[in-house]
């Protein structure tokens, strides 16, 4: 089955095509269908966000589409950025202006107070307009500082997951590191989106059959 991804960011397009890959599917982007859809997110939460995404691309190509929308939670700041987290700063897709907000609103809260999580909302709809929707989250706290690395993008160099994914399993994040600093096999295993994913995988069947 053929699935088009209700995405214009590249870096999101890498990460939901690697995990969309280990389940078989085939993925195309808007940009392969040479179609472009601006899709107003006015939704209270990432579900409806994520359904409002994906019913505009599936009935502009007319194929099944898969969308995500995603963002992070922090308790200190009462959910915030939550559904604001893309344009937290004002302007759309600013990550550095992003962070450094929020790096201000956490600037007098201390360790045991930072506690946050990534939350992922994709939805799957099918050209029937039947809808398959699920929710996936990763627990972890902010960073002090920018933890840059060689991967990541958005909050990741500050958003510490309490755990990492690893050949045998998932393991304590005892290092400390970021979502950028961990390899994608590492981050994938325990993200907000690798376990909406595997919901995902999981209904898929009975949902189609």
Do not use: W
Request: net charge negative; with cysteine; charged share 30%.
């Amino acid at each position: 089955m053929k699935f088009v991804l209700a995405t214009q960011n590249p870096k999101k397009l890498k990460e939901m095509s690697a995990i969309l890959g280990e389940l078989g599917v085939e993925v195309v982007s808007e940009a392969d269908l040479g179609v472009k859809i601006e899709v107003e997110e006015t939704g209270e939460t990432f579900a409806e966000n994520s359904l409002l995404k994906a019913k505009a691309v599936m009935e502009a190509t007319k194929l099944p589409a898969i969308a995500d929308d995603s963002g992070l939670c922090v308790d200190a700041l009462d959910g915030a950025p939550g559904v604001y987290s893309a344009r937290y700063a004002g302007h759309h897709g600013d990550d550095d202006a992003n962070n450094a907000k929020l790096l201000r609103e956490l600037a007098d809260v201390p360790e045991e107070q930072r506690s946050a999580k990534f939350v992922s909302a994709v939805c799957f709809m099918l050209p029937d307009g039947r809808a398959l929707e699920v929710e996936g989250e990763c627990p972890g706290r902010i960073a002090f500082t920018l933890q840059n690395g060689d991967y990541g993008f958005g909050y990741d160099p500050l958003f510490i997951p309490d755990e990492y994914g690893a050949p045998d399993g998932k393991r304590p994040n005892t290092e400390r590191r970021s979502y950028a600093q961990l390899t994608p096999d590492e981050k994938d295993a325990i993200s907000h989106r690798g376990r909406a994913m595997e919901k995902l995988e999981a209904e898929l069947p009975t949902f189609l059959g």
